[in-house]
C-alpha cells in the first residue's frame, strides 16, 4: 500500500518536475545580465506599458469626437477650440517620448559598464571561465533588445494615434521633434545611439556619476545635430507660378496642405531669384511697386517645400546613418573598449 501510495507521488513529483524544466528561463550570462539590471529593464517595461495604454486611450477619445463632429466630411481647420484639448494630449506625450533617448542614455547606458567598473564586479566576471567578448555582447545584446522593443512598441502606437489627423490637421508640424523624432524609426535610432554612446563614455571615464553627466550632454548634443541636419534629408520641391509679363502683380503658388514651407522667392526673365521680404516692397505705392517689378524684370514666384509623402523615406535615410553609427560605437567598443573592462 506505502509502495501505492508513493507511486503516484513519486510520478507526479517527476511530473512536475520535468514541467518546470520544460518553461522558458533565462540561463547563463543572460540570466546574470538581466538579474543586474533587472529593476531598469522592469522600469522600461512597466512604463512602455502605461504610456501606451495611456495612448490607446486618448486615441478611443480623440475618435469618438472626430465621429460625432462629423470628420472627415467637415473640416478640422473649422473645429477650432473644440479640438484644442485632443492637441494637448498629442502635447503631453510628445514631451515625454522625445526625451526617451536622453533618459535612456543617461540611465541606462552611461552606468551599463562603469557601475562595473567602478565597484570592481568587471574584475570578478574576468576572473571567472566566461570571456569579455561573451560578457560585453551579452550585455550590449539584451540592452539593445530592451531599447529596441520598448521604442518599436511606443513609435508604432503614437503613430497610429496621430495617423487619422496626419493629413488633414495644419497646426501640426510634421517636421517638428515632438512629431518627428517619436515615429517611425528615428525614435529607435536615437535611442540605440544615445545609449551605446553612454556605454562607451561610461568605458572611458570608468566612473558612474561622471559618465552620467557626459551622457546627458552627448545626448542633448545628439538631438541638436539630429534636429539641425533632418530637413537635409528630404529633396526640396520647387512650386513656380504662370509667367506674366514684367510689372504685372504676382501670385505665389500654393503649396499641400500640410507641406513644410520653406522659402518664396520672386524670379526674373532670366532665373534670378529675389527676396518678397526686400524686393520692391509692398509698403510703398502699387504703381511705384509695379514699376520696381517691371524694372528688375519679375515675371513669376517659387515656393520651395517638402511635403509630408517624404516624411518616412527621410526617417528612414536619417536612421540609417544612425545606425551606421550605433554599429561603429559597437565595434569599437569590442575591439578597443573589451581591453578596459577589468
Known sequence: MNATKNGPRHGAGNASTTEATRRPRLSGMTWLVWRQHRAAFWTMIAATVLCAAWMIYQRAQMMDFLN?????????????????????????VTTGLTAIPIMLGVLLGAPLLAGDLENGTAKLIAAQSVSRNRWLATKLALTGLAVTVTTVTLSAVFAWWWNPIKLHYLDIDWTSREFFNTTGPAPVALSLLSVFGGVLIGVILRRTLAAMVVTLGFTVALQAVWGYFKLSLGDIVTATS?????????????????AHWLDTSYVSGSGKLFDPGTTCTPMV???????????????????????????????????????????????????WGRKRLV
Open 242 to 258: 504662370k509667367p506674366v509679363s514684367p510689372g504685372t502683380p504676382i501670385t505665389f503658388p500654393s503649396v499641400p496642405r500640410t
Open 68 to 92: 460625432a463632429y462629423g470628420f472627415p466630411a467637415k473640416n478640422l481647420d473649422d473645429a477650432e477650440k473644440k479640438f484644442e484639448p485632443y492637441i494637448g494630449a498629442f502635447t503631453s
Open 285 to 335: 505705392r502699387e504703381e511705384v511697386a509695379a514699376a520696381c517689378m517691371k524694372k528688375a524684370d519679375i515675371v513669376g514666384a517659387s515656393t520651395d517645400y517638402i511635403p509630408i509623402s517624404q516624411m518616412s523615406s527621410m526617417q528612414w535615410f536619417g536612421a540609417s546613418i544612425l545606425f551606421a553609427l550605433t554599429a561603429g560605437i559597437v565595434v569599437f567598443l569590442f575591439f
